[in-house]
C-alpha cells in the first residue's frame, strides 16, 4: 500500500487556502523557490495542475476546489492525532490567527492584544481577515478560515460558539468648531446636520433612525463609509456629524485630530460584542489561549 507524503497535503492545503505560491510559502516557513518544487510534486501526484495562471495570479482547478473540503478534513485530523497534549508550548508555537472584526475592536484592543501575544507568543501572527474575503462569516468559520469573528451579536449557525465580550455605547462626533456645539444639543438640532453611516455593507439606517423616527424626525446621511476611521476623516472639513461607538474615541486621542464627541439626545440601546468560533476549536490549546487571551484583553477597558 502506497501511503503519500503527508507534508504534501499540509502543503496543498495550503495552496488552497492562500491561493498563491507566496503565501503559502509564507504560511509554511518556506521559501517560494521551495514551495513552488513542492507544487510540482503534488501536481504529479494528484494528475491535475491544482493552481493555473489567471492574469497576475493563480486559480484553483475544478479539481482542486473538489479537494478542498477533503483536504482541510484530512490535515485537521492529522494534527489531533498528532497532538499528544492537551498544553501547548506558546513561546514555539508558530500559527496564524486568523480574525475578522471591525473598527470597534480593532481601535482599542487590537495593539494590546498583539503585545500580549508578542509577550507569550512571539513566534504567532495575527491577521485581520477583509470583509467579503472566504464567503460569508458562518462558512468561513465552518471550513476553517477564520478562526474568530468578532462583531455585535446576532445570529450565527446553530453549531457556532458565541462568548460576549464587551458592550459600547453610540456618541456623536464632529468637528471642534462645529455649530451644533453654538447651543443645546437637541434631538431636532442633531437630526439637521448631514450625517455619516458607517456600514461594511453600505447601509444607511440603523437604530439611530428608528429613535428618530419615533419622535417624528428623520436625518439626511450624506456619506457612507466601511469604517469609522475612514469616516472621521471626513469631518475636520465639513458640517458633517458621525455616530459611532465610544470605543473608537480612543483613536481621536491617538490620532490627534480635531474632533469633538457628544452625547447623542436620544436613547439608544448599547451594543454588545461577541466573538465567535466553531466549536472544533474548543479544545484546541492554542485556540482556547487566543479566546482567553482576547477575552481579558477585553476586560481590562
Known amino acids: 500500500m502506497h501511503f503519500p507524503d503527508m507534508n504534501l497535503l ?14 503559502a510559502a509564507r504560511r509554511m516557513n518556506l521559501s517560494p523557490a521551495a514551495m513552488s518544487r513542492t507544487l510540482t510534486r503534488i501536481r504529479h501526484a494528484v494528475g491535475d495542475p491544482i493552481l493555473v495562471r489567471a492574469g497576475r495570479g493563480l486559480v484553483p482547478t475544478p479539481k482542486a476546489m473538489a479537494l478542498r473540503t477533503q483536504v482541510r478534513s484530512v490535515v485537521e485530523q492529522a494534527g489531533q492525532v498528532f497532538s499528544s497534549s492537551d498544553e501547548v508550548d506558546l513561546l514555539t508555537l508558530e500559527r496564524s490567527f486568523n480574525l475578522r472584526a471591525n473598527d470597534v475592536f480593532i481601535a482599542p484592543f487590537a ?8 509577550q ?5 501572527v495575527l491577521r485581520f481577515v477583509p470583509e467579503g474575503e472566504g464567503g460569508d462569516e458562518d462558512d468561513s468559520l465552518r471550513d476553517g478560515r477564520l478562526d474568530l469573528y468578532i462583531s455585535a451579536t446576532r445570529n450565527l449557525g446553530p453549531e457556532i460558539k458565541v462568548q460576549s465580550l464587551f458592550a459600547t ?6 468637528r471642534v468648531d462645529h455649530p ?3 447651543d443645546e444639543i437637541t434631538p431636532e438640532r442633531f437630526a439637521a446636520f448631514e450625517q455619516i453611516s458607517v ?5 444607511a439606517t440603523g437604530p439611530i433612525d428608528s429613535a428618530l423616527a419615533g419622535m417624528g424626525l428623520s436625518r439626511r ?10 469616516a ?24 490627534g485630530l480635531p474632533l469633538r464627541s457628544f452625547r447623542i439626545p436620544m436613547a439608544l440601546e448599547s451594543v454588545t460584542i461577541m466573538q465567535a468560533w466553531h466549536p472544533r476549536y474548543d479544545n484546541d490549546p492554542a485556540h482556547r489561549w487566543l479566546r482567553q487571551t482576547l477575552k481579558e484583553c477585553c476586560s481590562k477597558a
Open 111 to 118: 495593539a494590546p492584544l498583539l503585545e500580549t501575544m508578542r
Open 199 to 203: 456600514s461594511r455593507r453600505g447601509r
Open 169 to 174: 455605547t453610540f456618541v456623536g462626533l464632529a
Open 120 to 124: 507569550q507568543a512571539p513566534r504567532t
Open 221 to 230: 446621511v450624506a456619506l457612507i463609509t466601511p469604517s469609522f476611521h475612514s
Open 180 to 182: 451644533i456645539f453654538n
Open 10 to 23: 499540509v502543503a496543498l492545503d495550503a495552496l488552497l487556502d492562500e491561493g498563491s505560491v507566496v503565501g
Open 232 to 255: 472621521m476623516f471626513s469631518l475636520p472639513e465639513s458640517d458633517l456629524l458621525l455616530p459611532l461607538p465610544q470605543h473608537v474615541l480612543l483613536s481621536v486621542a491617538r490620532l
